[in-house]
């Protein structure tokens, strides 16, 4: 077994709150891709290249 | 540890960190690195990262003979560090320094991470100041990523960037003090008790501050069960994502002086212009006399006398014991892409003491760089009257620093010295004056130069230690 051997204690709350927190982001990404969508299905955006998908760091800001 | 009769010795502040320690020998800075250490700066190298401005410049420099005796274990590779001027330390920096030091560290790490290294730990300690320039000095940080590993120093960047900066963003108290207090800085539980209900609606916060808190309270006694778990489910895409969030959020912190000090710092003192012309050309023909290496402008203010300093010297310490006008000046400095000019904020009447382990970790500024020119120019009124300093002793005090000296006296008429002095009772700080004044400089200094100025309540010393 090969454990995270870091000098530093990363502290168990704060790396829950990553995955919380990351989570949350992938949410928001998600939301965001589909909320897209439908705004370009009621003709209210026009068309465009759709973002691509690995772009999870942009807009995590609405989570 | 090595005899003490050789140059070489270890930076009592470098020892937290197994895999790298800091030592010194003659004048150089190295970096003694462990095998697993070693592995991790090759890595680094092979990037290109070491050319980057951002990164204390470093190479290998292996036939260090004077390590010999000084760790436990002989090191697998030994890296030389050019020299940062002065040292200097987080409670010591104004907001955007703090602000721009955590800029330095996040970038560098998403830097990293598209190579697939991390950085090892987030503290500002890390960072120093080449004049207004931050540059990152612990290349023992960075490390290969490791699979499954989330932000390790997470928690670290909080406690010593994010909850300082948000402390005196959202409260508008100033950081310095808390971080001088802890050296690890504020905890989660800590910040959560600063915060208030309203605060929690502040972007960033409930996340950062209240559910940081509350989790690492519940997942306090389960720290294996939560390293497998996390590892199972942690990617580098959560990792980079939460960086760049953190990013966006330091970003969004911002700190301005009250609206008094603006104003105040673009025409400063209560002189006539021919004192102040006077005072200009008086600092000046001391400052290009010869070629002085390190400047300390104490009570610095707006830093006009720093600037005329920096004209003859290699680097200007610039401190003054209020933030407004020393975070003015660094973004100033800042924008002129200064390399010069360093400027602290601490109160000369309770200077930065030693901290940390055995009061070694962090160190009082004359340990860090005695200056060979101090200039301290109207400043002894207020460490004499309102920090009642006797004079004797703030002058004993200059003498202890062996340093050469511009010193401004201004006399119980001058309107600023009446105004400190209008609140105090009646026939309290009898020192305060010219003559006896002349009497404790004489003493210890061979008086070079001395000029009053036109208004007739200022006088401006040069002076050299006696005996040099």
């Known amino acids: ?5 870091a000098y530093l204690d990363p502290g168990s709350g704060s790396m829950i709150l990553q995955i919380i927190a990351g989570g949350l982001a992938a949410v928001a990404v998600t939301a965001k891709l589909y909320w897209n969508r439908i705004l370009r299905f009621l003709r209210i955006r026009k068309d465009e290249p759709e973002t691509s998908k690995t772009d999870t760091a942009q807009g995590t800001d609405t989570a | 540890m090595g005899t003490m009769a050789d140059t070489s010795a270890l930076e009592p502040g470098s020892f937290r960190d197994p895999e790298s320690r800091v030592f010194y020998a003659g004048d150089e800075v190295y970096r003694a690195l462990s095998a697993d250490g070693l592995g991790d700066f090759e890595a680094l190298a092979a990037t290109g990262l070491l050319d980057d401005p951002r990164l204390i410049g470093t190479r290998r420099a292996d036939d260090v003979s004077a390590l010999r005796g000084l760790l ?6 030994v890296l030389r560090h050019e020299r940062i001027p002065f040292v200097s330390y987080p409670y010591e920096w104004t907001f955007s320094m703090l602000k721009d030091a955590a800029l330095v560290q996040l970038d560098l790490l998403l830097a990293a991470l598209e190579h697939d290294l991390v950085l090892k730990d987030s503290t500002p300690y890390n960072v120093q100041f080449r004049g207004a320039t931050p540059q990152f000095v612990d290349i023992g940080s960075f490390e290969r990523i490791r699979e499954g590993e989330p932000w390790v120093g997470y928690r670290q960047f909080c406690m010593l960037y994010l909850y300082p900066l948000l402390l005196q963003s959202a409260k508008g108290v100033p950081f310095q003090p808390w971080l001088r207090g802890a050296i690890d800085g504020i905890t989660p539980g800590q910040m959560r008790g600063l915060m208030s209900f309203r605060d929690r609606f502040r972007k960033g916060v409930f ?3 209240f559910l940081h808190a509350r989790l690492e309270k519940r997942y306090a006694d389960r720290p294996d069960q939560v390293k497998q778990e996390v590892k199972r489910v942690f990617k580098k895409e959560l990792f980079v994502a939460n960086v760049r969030k ?17 104003t105040a710092y673009g025409e400063r003192n209560s002189y006539t212009d021919d004192d102040a012309a006077r005072k200009d050309a008086f600092v000046r023909e001391v400052a290009t006399s010869r070629e002085w290496g390190l400047v300390w402008d104490i009570g610095a203010n707006n830093g006009r006398y720093s600037r005329i300093a920096a004209e003859g010297a290699r680097t200007v310490v610039a401190v003054d014991a209020d933030q407004g006008p020393v975070e003015l000046l660094y973004r100033d400095l ?9 400027t602290l904020t601490m109160n000369l009447a309770d200077p930065s003491p030693g901290l940390g382990w055995r009061g ?20 002894i009124h207020h460490v004499a009257i309102s920090a009642n300093v006797p004079v004797k002793e703030f002058v004993d005090w200059l003498t202890s620093l062996r340093t050469a000296l511009v010193i401004e006296f201004p006399t119980r008429e001058d309107p600023m010295v009446k105004k400190l002095l209008a609140p105090k009772r009646e026939g309290l700080h009898p020192d305060y004056e010219l003559g006896f004044f002349e009497r404790c400089l004489n003493e210890a200094f061979e008086v070079d130069r001395s000029e009053r100025l036109e208004s007739g309540t200022r006088v401006l010393y040069y002076a050299r230690p006696k005996g040099r």
Do not use: C, F, Y
């Open chain 2, 246 to 262: 953190m990013r966006k959020l330091v970003e969004r912190q911002s700190w301005d002086p009250p609206e008094g000090v603006w």
């Open chain 2, 360 to 379: 070694l970790e962090r160190r009082s500024m004359p340990e860090r760089g005695t200056p060979d020119l101090v200039l301290a120019l109207a400043l």
């Open chain 2, 334 to 342: 800042r924008s002129e892409g200064d390399e010069k000019i360093l």
């Open chain 2, 72 to 77: 436990v274990h002989e090191p697998a590779g």
């Open chain 1, 1 to 5: 077994m090969t454990t995270v051997l």
């Open chain 2, 207 to 209: 996340t950062n501050v």
